[in-house]
């Protein structure tokens, strides 16, 4: 064998060898991909990086806490170690909750506050803030995650629903960060969590002030985390997709003050909401800039759209056609 032949033997090999390697990472990575339900650096960190507990003492403020994904994160985050200040409108429920992390977390009740909070009320923020200072002397973490969902078509929703959508969903956790904010700057130190929605990323039939309302959220807040970063302040979107809770019932429709009322289905696919909980405080845990938790196919579309827009965008037009009929026949389990 001659030298030129061996050379090329030799980059054969290692060409062979180097994509053999490359091909069974890819098919090893899809795999984990295909059966997890989170982006894989969220997977990443729950078998790697820092678990909930490191988060122990800290102050956690969160709003939407009288239910859903609020209610099981205050019992994820109360099992962590942390103090709880917990809003929502309906202060019967908030103390429901806290009761509940009394009883089965095993919380003291001075480390729990209950601050009943209505996000439309902007000019009682700051109040809320006083008191939540007066009590605990601090904030670490602001939970902001209030918010309702829709069910209605583009066309007949009115501008009054946008607009109220808007000012609950966005305006309301703007408003609430802008009066925790100045304590945080002050302290050189906090973390700003924002729970948003793949529909933050994603256009979707039945969703279009909803969906409007977390895509502002990551242009507020991507901006805001740029702002920050030298105050020593972390920015967090959160992204989940269809989780179950109680949200269907007080969901916007086109109409200016109706709610759905609509309860969901047990066999749709959804995540249950007290594992999107325990994701949501491994992203908070190991401040992650974004975070996504969704079973699939919503998942992996996530990716699509992020990586191959114009695809998935073609892909969206023709497959949402299902969703779209079942709204059109005023059904609700669309997952």
Same mark, same amino acid.
């Given at each position: 064998?001659?030298?030129?032949?061996? $050379?090329?033997?030799?980059?054969?090999?290692?060409?062979? $060898?180097?994509?053999?390697?490359?091909?069974?990472?890819?098919?090893?990575?899809?795999?984990?991909?295909?059966?997890?339900?989170?982006?894989?650096?969220?997977?990443?960190?729950?078998?790697?990086?820092?678990? &909930?507990? $490191?988060?122990?003492?800290?102050?956690?403020?969160?709003?939407?806490? /009288? #239910?859903?994904?609020?209610?099981?994160?205050?019992?994820?985050?109360?099992?962590?170690?942390?103090?709880? =200040?917990?809003?929502?409108?309906?202060?019967?429920?908030?103390?429901?909750?806290?009761?509940?992390?009394?009883?089965?977390?095993?919380?003291?009740?001075?480390?729990?506050?209950?601050?009943?909070?209505?996000?439309?009320?902007?000019?009682?923020?700051?109040?809320?803030?006083?008191?939540?200072?007066?009590?605990?002397?601090?904030?670490?973490?602001? @939970?902001?995650?209030? #918010?309702?969902?829709?069910?209605?078509?583009?066309?007949?929703?009115?501008?009054?629903?946008?607009?109220?959508?808007?000012?609950?969903?966005?305006?309301?956790? @703007?408003?609430?960060?802008?009066?925790?904010?100045?304590?945080? =700057?002050?302290?050189? /130190?906090?973390?700003?969590?924002?729970?948003?929605?793949?529909?933050?990323?994603?256009?979707?039939?039945?969703?279009?002030?909803?969906?409007?309302?977390?895509?502002?959220?990551?242009?507020?807040?991507?901006?805001?985390?740029?702002?920050?970063?030298?105050?020593?302040?972390?920015?967090?979107?959160?992204?989940?997709? &269809?989780?179950? /809770?109680?949200?269907?019932?007080?969901?916007?429709?086109?109409?200016?003050?109706?709610?759905?009322?609509?309860?969901?289905?047990?066999?749709?696919?959804?995540?249950? $909401?007290?594992?999107?909980?325990?994701?949501?405080?491994?992203?908070?845990?190991?401040?992650?800039?974004?975070?996504?938790?969704?079973?699939?196919?919503?998942? /992996?579309?996530?990716?699509?759209?992020?990586?191959?827009?114009?695809?998935?965008?073609?892909?969206?037009?023709?497959?949402?056609?299902?969703?779209?009929?079942?709204?059109?026949?005023?059904?609700?389990?669309?997952?």
């Amino acid at each position: 064998m001659t030298e030129t032949e061996s $050379v090329k033997n030799g980059a054969t090999y290692f060409f062979t $060898v180097a994509t053999v390697t490359i091909a069974v990472f890819i098919a090893a990575v899809g795999m984990v991909f295909m059966n997890t339900d989170c982006d894989l650096l969220l997977w990443a960190a729950d078998y790697i990086g820092s678990s &909930p507990n $490191v988060l122990a003492g800290q102050v956690v403020w969160i709003t939407g806490a /009288s #239910g859903g994904i609020g209610e099981a994160l205050a019992y994820a985050l109360g099992a962590a170690g942390c103090r709880l =200040v917990l809003s929502a409108r309906r202060e019967h429920e908030l103390l429901r909750v806290k009761q509940n992390c009394l009883d089965k977390v095993g919380m003291k009740s001075s480390d729990i506050l209950v601050v009943p909070l209505d996000l439309l009320r902007m000019e009682m923020h700051p109040e809320a803030v006083s008191t939540v200072l007066t009590h605990f002397n601090q904030i670490d973490i602001l @939970v902001n995650n209030a #918010g309702r969902s829709q069910r209605a078509l583009w066309m007949k929703t009115s501008l009054e629903v946008d607009r109220e959508v808007l000012e609950l969903n966005t305006l309301g956790p @703007v408003s609430l960060t802008k009066a925790v904010l100045p304590h945080m =700057v002050k302290r050189q /130190s906090g973390h700003i969590v924002v729970v948003s929605s793949i529909a933050g990323h994603l256009g979707t039939p039945g969703l279009g002030s909803y969906a409007a309302s977390k895509h502002a959220l990551h242009g507020f807040y991507d901006t805001l985390r740029l702002e920050v970063f030298d105050d020593n302040i972390t920015v967090s979107l959160l992204c989940p997709g &269809p989780v179950f /809770s109680d949200a269907l019932k007080h969901a916007f429709t086109h109409d200016k003050g109706q709610e759905l009322g609509a309860e969901m289905n047990p066999t749709e696919n959804r995540m249950q $909401v007290d594992r999107c909980a325990y994701l949501m405080a491994v992203a908070i845990a190991n401040k992650l800039n974004e975070a996504w938790m969704s079973n699939q196919p919503e998942l /992996s579309y996530v990716y699509f759209n992020q990586y191959m827009p114009t695809f998935a965008k073609w892909a969206a037009v023709h497959i949402g056609g299902k969703r779209l009929k079942k709204i059109k026949e005023g059904k609700t389990d669309l997952h």
